[in-house]
T-cell receptor, first 113, second 117 residues
Framework: GENVEQHPSTLSVQEGDSAVIKCTYS??????FPWYKQELGKRPQLIID?????GEKKDQRIAVTLNKTAKHFSLHITETQPEDSAVYFC????????????FGQGTILTVHP | GAVVSQHPSRVICKSGTSVKIECRSL??????MFWYRQFPKKSLMLMAT?????????EQGVEKDKFLINHASLTLSTLTVTSAHPEDSSFYIC?????????????FGPGTRLLVL
């Protein structure tokens, strides 16, 4: 089945800096890659997603890039703000598992004022 | 975005009792719902995939007789933790997939915190 590795496990940045979180996946047939933000005790919230026919997608301060050849995708947050502090999860939908997402281990992002 | 509700938000029960958790899609029909378990500071671990009108598909290592899943309608799936034990204490989250065809987004419920004494 699909295996998703996420790095780093923790990331600490100063307000205004950029943050980058990287994920790799194992199933070359995977075709959908969402990113979720989860605040303490809350539900995961979808912040951005990308499909395998696209290399990059941007939404204001958030962008995701996908390299299908290398089987990795990254989340980029620019101009970070303290409210960006949360746990971020990447996920991949395997090509043979209709609708089923495999999640990365999560990254605890802390943005210091 | 679509709304998924979960009830109850937290429950405390005695060891040996059963607990039922409901997951509802409020403004869309969900042919597929997913149940996850999350330990503190850990990732989401998929327990099972629930399909409306058919049996759930359980992930390896998840006891189907202990975690009963029923998806009786397009807007409701339930997870029953039978004969709960302290090791079942966890945060249980459901998600629902929009069944309108192409949409792949999964929307998560707010989670249920279960504490078994």
């Amino acid at each position: 089945g699909e295996n998703v590795e996420q790095h780093p496990s923790t990331l600490s940045v100063q307000e205004g800096d950029s943050a980058v979180i990287k994920c790799t996946y194992s199933d070359s047939a995977s075709n959908y890659f969402p990113w979720y933000k989860q605040e303490l005790g809350k539900r995961p919230q979808l912040i951005i997603d990308i499909r395998s026919n696209v290399g990059e997608k941007k939404d204001q301060r958030i962008a995701v890039t996908l390299n299908k050849t290398a089987k990795h995708f990254s989340l980029h947050i620019t101009e970070t703000q303290p409210e960006d502090s949360a746990v971020y999860f990447c996920a991949a939908r395997g090509g043979t598992s209709y609708g089923k997402l495999t999640f990365g281990q999560g990254t605890i992002l802390t943005v210091h004022p | 975005g679509a709304v998924v509700s979960q009830h109850p938000s937290r429950v405390i029960c005695k060891s040996g009792t059963s607990v039922k958790i409901e997951c509802r899609s409020l403004d869309f029909q969900a042919t597929t719902m997913f149940w996850y378990r999350q330990f503190p500071k850990k990732s989401l671990m998929l327990m099972a995939t629930s399909n409306e009108g058919s049996k759930a598909t359980y992930e390896q290592g998840v006891e189907k007789d202990k975690f009963l899943i029923n998806h009786a309608s397009l807007t409701l799936s339930t997870l029953t933790v039978t004969s709960a034990h302290p090791e079942d204490s966890s945060f249980y989250i459901c998600s629902a997939r929009d069944g309108s065809g192409v949409e792949e987004t999964q929307y998560f419920g707010p989670g249920t915190r279960l504490l078994v004494l």
